[in-house]
């Protein structure tokens, strides 16, 4: 089947790629764009590890097309960070050991970063609820809720200053 | 010592790839690329129990884009022998049936064919194109089934039950009719999956030099590098592996599936093949850890000691013998000394996966029965169940019925920091609505960690840092937990070393990161390492100074009046001889074994069953928590998968050995919404065969959480649960009768 031509801004950049139709947007980042830090864990929108920002909303990238996103704005993991500076949810998630193995980090950080930029101070509950769609086998999640408030008290502190 | 004195161990640092694994940098084996890569797609059973009558290529071949195609028949058709590559004694023949079928497929998701094309949409529609022919044979999916007279048969013989082992001491019949009261129970648990988030991955390129290159997502480099070249009879060295960052293991890593396939497809067509397996393959194809059926009895005198216990295992082990019941059978009561004890496990053959480690593989489906039963006999004699288990518990020169001795372990310990914690005393609050009881339960747990083979080398930079190359693959931090115990022994801040997990061809033999091994044993090689560099510096001070003897304390050698920093003295490596660089190797026989226990406070909901976890304290026995963090997280993970365990996860087949639940919608693991904060205690009874008193901590932890939660079940709906999942279903047919 004939490829399709997709433009989109990618983390504050345009592309450009080729997308078989059936081609999810997850398999566009990996494959052709090679930007590997959105991790696949189910392919079926259960997991939460392939999240990435839509038009600045949180989506599972693994039940999008790659055509869909034509003309949009899409965000990545590769994308948080500031130049050299980490964003205050990277730099608690390695402070409070909030991660294990990784593999469910870049999806909680996207996902967590989607709920802090319209909520700058959720409760526990909301977080947990918040990040439902979210798996971690390793942590327990007590420390991603952790590192969640802590960026979340960081972020609040330096609008403040 | 306490932990105080030390400069490294027992602080918080950063771990060494956190930059790499939050900004989406690091490699996982399905990230690496590689010029020229095929893609792989497999052909995998859709019946349990089959004869392969005919595997037809064909059409798949002439598909475009496909480069090659292979089945069982690719690889060397070598005598079959026993080998222990680290998965234990396994005959070849086992390991090559599992990773493609010859002549009949076990279990549905077995792979019978793979094809490498340019593309991995290519790749799947040839793989649909094979051919395959099957003629059914009836399929057998638990143990029960699988010992019964008439059941079908795995593999043939008269049997399914590929091992029975026994252990006693005393004479448990006897001492039972001297008992104040003795409670028998039969339990059942499902049988459940590691579930890492990260699916099996693996690349491989079969060279033109003849060597054969592998990443890939494993929890131990050589025993792929040893798996794959026994199975493509290669010499081990013709073999490097490099271990990618990976995503979850718990166990389910350590066997090796996709290498030798890869490596067959990338030999076929010249090219590197890339292998990728999609969650359902993962559910059906990979793991799981046996579900069981056990049958427990203990006897106690008036005074709550425990004088006799007696219990049967009959484990899965799924399509391949060797199933996770030996360790099951010795951990069952290790907990207690009981005088008089008689154990029988089997490991049983059943049309599922071949079973694989989890975490504590075996102990928490039989700390499941004895813990429910030692809960029933406190309550029946009136005793607080911590101190019915503190007046039994093992501790230093305690015979376990399989037959060593406890060194010193600390059971006590956590049995009495569990009484000592708030939670323990906590009042258990009101319910939330009038359908909803609350209740507590308790339960302790043990594993014995590994030890096995470790490796490291550390080589000195002039400006005062230091490189630290090991073959551990870190899964949770080790980086870090290893580079601290050489930073400690070399008196320098733990950022002063540069951790790096390195392939097969560049560090020596260095055993699986699994049995809370690797902080222990890695660690331990790395000490010694450090203590190699220092041993070498301390000559080139001497040299230097023209001294006799160099004194080296807190990152400074001295002699007499000179002294000089461990930067100072690196900066002078060139005018001293040339490069420092420390190496050792070591192989502990054993690891200290980790007890640990957990308080859960649950609300089950009598109208639906739901069980709710309120309140959840895990305590466990560390020897020494290098990394406090890490540890804790060790501890919340295990407490994690325990409540998954406990309350919803299983395979659900149906009666033709399909899953029925192969995704993460429906295989229910605890989201985060589903489990609260996880207090946890870290215990520390040195291990006195560790430098540190290390004892690892990767797994006891995950031994008690589902009998703690049975037991809070149990105190709260007066209903107790013989069953694993405790799922809504199931306990409100418990209380069926009851309400
Ligand atoms: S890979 Fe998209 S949700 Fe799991
Ligand atoms: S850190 Fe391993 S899955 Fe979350």
Redesign the interface.
């Known amino acids: 089947m004939k490829k399709t031509y997709v433009s989109m801004q990618l983390n504050g950049e345009p592309v450009e790629f080729l997308a078989e139709p059936s081609q999810t947007l997850l398999e566009c980042l990996r494959d052709t764009l090679h930007l590997t830090g959105t991790k696949e864990g189910c392919g079926d929108g259960n997991c939460g590890s392939c999240c990435v920002m839509l038009d600045g909303t949180l989506v599972t990238s693994c039940l999008v097309l790659g055509v869909e996103a034509e003309g949009r704005t899409v965000t990545t993991i590769e994308g948080i960070a500031a130049g050299q500076k980490l964003h205050p949810l990277q730099k608690a998630f390695i402070d409070h050991a909030a991660l294990q193995c990784g593999i469910c980090t870049p999806g909680f950080i996207v996902a967590a970063k989607a709920l802090l930029d319209q909520e700058p101070d959720p409760s526990e509950e909301r977080i947990r609820l918040w990040l439902a769609n979210n798996l971690c086998r390793c942590t327990g999640y007590d420390k991603i809720v952790r590192a969640v408030q802590a960026a979340a008290k960081e972020i609040r502190e330096e609008k403040q200053a | 010592m306490s932990t105080s004195s030390y400069n490294v161990i027992g602080t ?1 640092p ?2 060494h ?3 790499d ?8 084996a ?2 690496f ?1 590689m010029n020229g890569l095929l893609h792989g797609a497999m052909v995998r059973s859709t019946h349990a129990h089959a004869i392969l009558k005919r595997v037809d290529t064909t059409k798949a071949a002439a598909f475009p884009g496909v480069v090659a195609v292979v089945t069982a028949d690719d690889f060397p058709q070598t005598p079959d022998r026993i080998v222990d590559l680290g998965e234990g004694e396994t005959p070849v023949s086992h390991l090559r049936g599992n990773v493609l079928a010859k002549g009949k497929v076990l279990y549905q998701g077995h792979a019978i064919a793979a094809v490498a094309a340019t593309s ?2 290519a790749a799947e529609q040839a793989a649909k194109l094979i051919e395959v022919e099957y003629e059914p044979l009836p399929c057998v999916l638990t143990a029960v089934e699988a010992m019964a007279a008439g059941a079908p048969l795995l593999h043939g013989g008269d049997t399914n039950v590929t091992a029975h082992v026994h252990h006693a001491m005393g004479d448990s019949e006897a001492a039972f009719a001297g008992a104040a009261i003795v409670i028998e129970r039969e339990f059942t648990t499902a049988t459940v999956h ?6 099996h991955a693996a690349t491989v390129l079969w060279n033109n030099d003849g060597r054969v290159n592998v990443w890939c997502s494993t929890q131990g480099s050589f025993v792929v590098r040893d798996v794959v070249s026994c199975l493509l009879d290669l010499p081990v060295s013709a073999v490097r592996v490099t271990p990618t ?6 166990g389910g890593k350590i066997p090796v599936y996709l290498e030798p396939v890869a490596a067959l497809l990338s030999k076929k067509s010249g090219r590197p093949v890339r292998l990728v397996m ?2 359902r393959d993962v559910f059906e194809g990979s793991g799981p850890t046996p579900g069981s059926m056990m049958r427990v009895k203990m006897g106690a005198d008036a005074d709550g000691k425990l004088i006799a216990a007696q219990a049967f295992l009959a484990y899965e082990a799924g399509a391949y013998a060797g199933g996770m019941v030996g360790a099951g059978a010795m951990c069952v009561f290790a907990a207690y000394d009981i005088a008089n004890q008689t154990i029988d496990g089997y490991d049983v053959l059943v049309n599922k996966p071949s079973t694989a480690a989890y975490r504590a593989p075996g102990a928490p489906n039989a700390a499941f029965a004895t813990e429910s039963v030692v809960d029933e006999i406190a309550r029946k004699l009136k005793m607080d169940p911590l101190e019915l288990r503190l007046r039994n518990a093992s501790r230093e020169g305690t015979r376990r019925a399989d037959g060593p001795k406890f060194r010193r372990v600390g059971c006590v310990e956590v049995i009495e920091a569990m009484q000592a914690h708030p939670h323990y005393s906590a009042p258990l609050g009101e319910p939330s609505h009038a359908e909803a009881k609350r209740g507590r339960g308790v339960a302790i747990g043990y594993w014995f960690n590994i030890g096995l083979p470790s490796s490291c080398v550390i080589s000195v930079n002039a400006d005062g840092t230091a490189n630290l190359i090991e073959g551990s693959t870190d ?3 080790t980086r870090t937990s290893i580079a601290m115990q050489a930073a400690e022994v070399m008196g320098i801040p733990v950022d002063r070393i540069h951790p790096a997990v390195v392939d097969t061809d560049t560090i020596g033999y260095t055993g699986v990161t699994g049995g809370s091994r690797t902080t222990y044993a890695t660690g331990w090689a790395a000490h010694d390492a450090a203590q190699d560099v220092i041993r070498q510096m301390k000559l080139r001070a001497a040299k230097l100074w023209q001294a006799e003897a160099v004194e080296f304390a807190d990152g400074v050698f001295q002699a007499g009046e000179r002294q000089m920093t461990f930067a100072e003295l690196a900066g002078k490596m060139s005018e001293t001889g040339g490069p420092v660089v420390g190496q050792a190797s070591v192989n502990p026989r054993g690891a200290g074994g980790s007890f640990a226990g957990v308080i859960a406070d649950v609300e089950v909901d009598t109208g639906t069953g739901k069980t709710t976890i309120l309140r959840f304290t895990a305590v466990q026995d560390a020897g020494r928590a290098i990394h406090p ?2 540890v ?10 325990g409540i998954g365990w406990a309350l919803n996860e299983e395979y659900w087949m149906n009666p033709e050995g399909r899953m029925m639940n192969a ?3 429906d295989y229910r ?5 589903d ?1 609260p ?2 207090d946890t205690q870290i215990v520390e009874v040195p291990n006195p065969a560790h430098p540190f008193g290390v004892r690892g901590v990767g797994e006891a932890n995950i031994v008690s959480p589902p009998a703690g939660i049975a037991n809070a079940i149990r105190d709260a709906i007066g209903v107790r649960l013989y069953h694993l999942p405790m799922n809504p279903p199931a306990v409100a047919a418990a209380m069926g009768g009851q309400k």
């Open positions: 918080r950063p771990r790839d956190g930059a694994k939050v900004t989406g940098r690091a490699i996982y399905a990230d690329q991995l949409q590691q579930g890492y988030i990260e699916p960052e990976i995503g979850g293991g718990f999609s969650r899964i949770g931090g963090s890490y804790e997280g060790q501890m919340q993970g295990g407490s994690v998968q995704s993460l919608l693991m605890p989201t985060i919404l489990v904060m996880i």
